[in-house]
């Protein structure tokens, strides 16, 4: 598997949208889970969202249920977190992962280089 790169961080007032996206390499990419952990100034990382591999099973941490949603383009190597309803507490560095299981930090194989999110209000 080669480098994970993050796209689509920014500045966006609360209530608004981004989409981030990771951009996988490798031919080990569509075969395994792809996920997101954050990271606030002064807090622990967390885990956010994941996506199996093939697009069919998706988890959330509790914190973006119903606001985040998550999506893959095999074909592309691609892996999209829509973020809606954004809130000032979604202010965090964003992760893209990589790996058979990445809800646990031990578990993950691969790490982005992080994008920032800034949610201001």
């Known amino acids: 598997q080669g480098p994970l790169v993050e796209s689509g961080g920014g500045l966006v007032q609360a209530g608004g949208s981004l989409r981030l996206s990771c951009a996988g390499s490798?031919?080990?990419?569509?075969?395994?889970?792809v996920g997101w952990f954050r990271q606030a100034r002064g807090k622990e990382r967390e885990f956010v969202a994941a996506?199996?591999?093939?697009?069919?099973?998706?988890d959330f941490a509790d914190s973006v249920k119903g606001r985040f949603t998550i999506s893959r383009d095999n074909a592309k190597n691609m892996v999209y977190l829509q973020m809606n309803s954004l809130k000032p507490e979604d202010t965090a560095v964003y992760y893209c992962?990589?790996?058979?299981?990445?809800?646990?930090?031990?578990?993950?194989?691969?790490w982005g280089q992080g994008t920032l999110v800034t949610v201001y209000s």
């Open positions: 992962v990589a790996g058979y299981d990445v809800r646990v930090q031990e578990w993950v194989r691969v």
């Open positions: 490798g031919r080990t990419f569509s075969s395994y889970t």
């Open positions: 996506i199996s591999w093939s697009g069919g099973s998706t």
